[in-house]
């Protein structure tokens, strides 16, 4: 990626470069993709219906998807909160599942700054609840990151 992400505020970053933002969302990409073949060809080796393969894959996928929100928020952790509002937004749904997984123990905690909505959010992860992605999960709460990101710090 490249080394200049975006303008540079004494505190935070207001803007992201598009070319910053398009190769972040082709690495994100990348790993969806890698997971999928991975899982595709783990159970084709495996047999249909293998019982262990399907309990390994259902004890590796939640951390490894929990790690990719991490990482996700990394690509832009320096953005200002000011741009990013407190709505409820992918922007704010990402900061407190970071938040939540890393001082919590994983489990989705308030942040009274942020008007967050489950049957709004994209993850429909509840206040209290257990954080546990998915593929499908993640690629829906990736997208709307980007989305958002792009709209806020263009």
Same mark, same amino acid.
């Given at each position: 990626?490249? @080394?200049?992400? =975006?303008?540079?505020?004494?505190? =935070?970053? $207001?803007?992201? @470069?598009?070319?910053?933002?398009?190769?972040?969302?082709?690495?994100?990409?990348?790993?969806?993709? %890698?997971?999928?073949?991975?899982?595709? !060809?783990?159970?084709?080796? %495996? =047999?249909?219906?293998?019982?262990?393969?399907?309990?390994? /894959? =259902? $004890?590796? !996928?939640?951390?490894?998807?929990?790690?990719?929100?991490?990482?996700?928020?990394?690509?832009?952790?320096?953005?200002?909160? !000011?741009?990013?509002?407190?709505?409820?937004?992918?922007?704010?749904?990402?900061?407190?599942?970071?938040?939540? /997984?890393?001082?919590?123990?994983?489990?989705? !905690?308030?942040?009274?700054?942020?008007?967050?909505?489950?049957?709004?959010? /994209?993850? @429909?992860?509840?206040?209290?609840? @257990?954080?546990?992605?998915?593929?499908?999960?993640?690629?829906?709460?990736?997208?709307?990151?980007?989305?958002?990101?792009?709209?806020?710090?263009?």
């Amino acid at each position: 990626m490249t @080394k200049s992400k =975006g303008e540079l505020g004494m505190l =935070g970053v $207001s803007s992201y @470069k598009k070319d910053y933002v398009e190769e972040c969302r082709k690495a994100v990409a990348a790993q969806l993709s %890698a997971y999928r073949n991975l899982i595709e !060809t783990a159970r084709k080796e %495996a =047999g249909a219906g293998n019982k262990a393969m399907a309990s390994a /894959i =259902g $004890s590796f !996928t939640p951390g490894y998807f929990n790690s990719l929100v991490l990482a996700l928020d990394h690509l832009f952790l320096h953005r200002l909160r !000011t741009r990013e509002l407190k709505d409820g937004n992918a922007l704010n749904e990402v900061r407190m599942l970071c938040n939540s /997984i890393m001082e919590h123990e994983q489990v989705m !905690t308030e942040d009274t700054q942020i008007k967050y909505d489950p049957a709004r959010s /994209i993850s @429909k992860i509840k206040i209290g609840e @257990k954080i546990s992605m998915d593929e499908e999960k993640f690629a829906r709460l990736a997208s709307g990151f980007f989305d958002e990101i792009e709209k806020k710090y263009p």
